[in-house]
């Protein structure tokens, strides 16, 4: 009868306890499937920044000349925003600001959302272009400002010049220079935005609650790989007889917009 030593027979089996034990669980996001099978590529983001750190407090002071008004004590509260309610940092977070001054108040928000798709066969930047696309569908832009296949279409409108679809309350309106640069109705509808991020589109709405005065809401979103980002700036003039001024407003959020990519660049 063969005969295995103890310290033989204790070594046999943590050798084989050890051929069984695999790598540490794979992050939460990871796709699942089969590791032999060809695995769409996970999104260049696997965190978010911290979105009420973003904007630095020179830009904040431009969006929101109120805040400036304030007690010392005040500002440095109002400089820091809001955080959004969410439960998981990782996939979605979001910051507020809100400023007071005697001519009008205005409001900024910052929304963050890291996509990840758990379809083995679909890429996380290629499910959250499809997102992307739902938010730009459901901005209603003008006829003409997009094509079937989500890009930029210069050819005329069939829409009527200056009435967007989605601003029942009348087309973009302000005083249409900025900079020195002059800017017609059409130039500030509602469309598709070049050169930011992957993909990126303005929405323009211009509404009146109650007797009022109109407030503007100026949308930039944008994609850049795996994570969508959405700017609102708003203003609400004190006179019910002030139109905010639109070519402002579009400016800021923009710009802003372009700041905010170049933060996810670095």
């Known amino acids: 009868m063969a005969y295995v030593p103890g310290v033989a027979l ?69 400089y ?25 108040s205005r409001s900024l928000s910052l929304d963050f959302e890291r996509v990840v798709s758990y379809d083995t066969s679909v890429s996380d930047d290629d499910r959250a272009d ?23 279409d210069d050819s005329p409108s069939d829409s009527p010049s200056g009435s967007p679809s989605n601003t029942p309350s009348g087309p973009a309106q302000g005083s249409g220079k900025s900079n020195g640069t002059t800017g017609t109705a059409d130039d500030l509808q509602p469309r598709v ?23 503007r809401t100026v949308s930039v979103v944008f994609r850049t790989s795996n994570v969508l980002v959405t700017v609102r700036y708003t203003e609400q003039p004190a006179l019910a007889t002030t ?16 700041k905010l990519v170049d933060r996810f660049s670095e």
Not at 130 to 147: M, N, Q, W
Not at 193 to 214: E, I, P, V, Y
């Open 193 to 215: 935005l070049d050169g930011l991020g992957d993909a990126a589109f303005l929405d323009d709405l211009l509404t009146r609650t109650g007797s009022t005065a109109q407030h």
């Open 10 to 78: 204790l070594a046999a089996l943590v050798v084989g306890c050890s051929a069984d034990t695999g790598t540490e669980g794979s992050a939460a996001d990871d796709k699942p499937g089969d590791p032999m099978t060809s695995v769409a590529p996970a999104g260049k983001y696997r965190t978010l920044p911290e979105p009420c750190r973003s904007i630095g407090q020179s830009t904040l002071k431009d969006l929101l000349p109120g805040i400036a008004e304030l007690p010392e004590d005040q500002q440095e509260k109002a």
């Open 243 to 258: 139109i905010p001024d639109s070519k402002e407003l579009q400016d800021k959020a923009q710009s802003l917009a372009r």
């Open 130 to 152: 499809e997102l992307y696309a739902k938010k730009r569908d459901a901005a209603h832009l003008p006829a003409g400002s997009v094509t079937p296949d989500g890009t930029k």
């Open 80 to 104: 820091a925003g809001t955080a959004s309610v969410t439960y998981d940092t990782d996939r979605r977070v979001g910051c507020t600001w809100k400023s007071e001054a005697p001519d009008s």
